[in-house]
């Protein structure tokens, strides 16, 4: 069974429901799914702030012609082309179909386009002999986002992650459906354990490590990751705590000041709730957050939407950007 669009993979859904399928059948059911890009770096956004964002989310919602607009408006996209690519990334979705973490998310989508056209933003190639640089995909689920990282920056060391065994399982075939040479690769591109639940303030403040942290430590992740990202992973109160996350695991930036600069970057779309509580929490935990709203007639979108029916109808979507505040870096 093979599914090409949106629609497709939600009749795959329902059809996991159904008795009368062999665990064979639903192990091998494969969504595949073309994110194009171009390597002329096609995004446009703009700099804003959280009033901004609600602003947008709130223009979408009531304006129901805005989507064909966006739509049509294709008169340059013609030329915004030139460099177009093509990623496929493959993934199963049966197995964990009544999982929040089995759904296919337009944000992972936009998220894995913007990988692609932004190499510019992330951690340099690591010297000869030195660990590679990691990258750490929050709430991965189907890990669209995370196996975009990878096929976009062989030179980085990718981590998915999730908490739900079962999409945690799903992401190792996932792995195997599109790198199958790196299945056995660790130092290239893994899976682990990852709950939100874990990085309160009080295991944050525990010395040595609680144990809730000390996992982390164990795994290669606490205080040693380069970039996180995570898309669409801020609908609940408890995301707050991504704060508490990035604080974590994020590495120190270099004491000199030069080089890479570790940091976050969450790919959300503006209709969700809460994300004003969200990023008053990152600004309490002495984290900075810059939002830059991804305007609907960048091409990066309009290709979405041209090349998926239904990609994010009545939705508009923002990058934030986060990194330890100066005065967060020299007291920790």
């Not at 009749?11 to 799914?33: D, G, K, R, T, Y």
Request: negative net charge; contains cysteine; glycine residues 6%.
């Amino acid at each position: 069974v093979r599914a090409s669009g949106r629609a497709d993979c939600s009749q795959c859904c329902s059809i996991a429901h159904m008795n009368f399928l062999p665990p064979s059948l639903l192990e091998h059911c494969v969504l595949e799914l073309r994110i194009p890009y171009s390597t002329q770096c096609s995004s446009v956004t703009c700099v804003d702030n959280i009033e901004g964002v609600e602003a947008s989310a709130s223009s979408r919602q009531t304006d129901s012609d805005s989507d064909d607009d966006d739509l049509n408006s294709d008169e340059d996209l013609e030329d915004a082309d030139a460099g177009l690519h093509v990623q496929t990334i493959r993934v199963r979705t049966l197995p964990v179909a009544g999982s929040i973490g089995g759904k296919l998310w337009d944000s992972s989508l936009l998220m894995g386009a913007w990988l692609f056209e932004s190499s510019h933003l992330f951690p340099p190639p690591a010297e000869v002999g030195a660990r590679r640089p990691k990258l750490l995909e929050l709430g991965s689920g189907l890990g669209v986002a995370g196996l975009a990282a990878a096929a976009a920056f062989p030179s980085l060391h990718v981590t998915l992650s999730d908490y739900d065994p079962a999409v945690l399982h799903n992401l190792h075939e996932n792995i195997r459906l599109n790198f199958p040479s790196l299945v056995d690769q660790e130092q290239r591109l893994d899976v682990t354990p990852v709950d939100f639940r874990d990085f309160t303030k009080a295991a944050a403040a525990t010395q040595p490590l609680s144990p809730e942290l000390q996992k982390y430590e164990d795994a290669g992740l606490y205080g040693q990751v380069d970039m996180i990202i995570g898309a669409d992973v801020v609908y609940d109160t408890g995301h707050n705590q991504l704060a508490q996350v990035c604080l974590s695991l994020l590495a120190q930036p270099p004491e000199d000041g030069t080089g890479w600069r570790p940091c976050a970057v969450f790919l959300l779309p503006d209709g969700r709730p809460r994300l004003r509580d969200f990023v008053n929490e990152l600004v309490r935990a002495g984290l900075t957050c810059r939002i830059e709203r991804i305007l609907p007639s960048c091409p990066m979108v309009r290709r979405l939407r041209q090349a998926r029916e239904g990609w994010g109808a009545g939705a508009s979507f923002s990058l934030y950007f986060v990194t330890r505040a100066e005065s967060c870096e020299s007291s920790t």
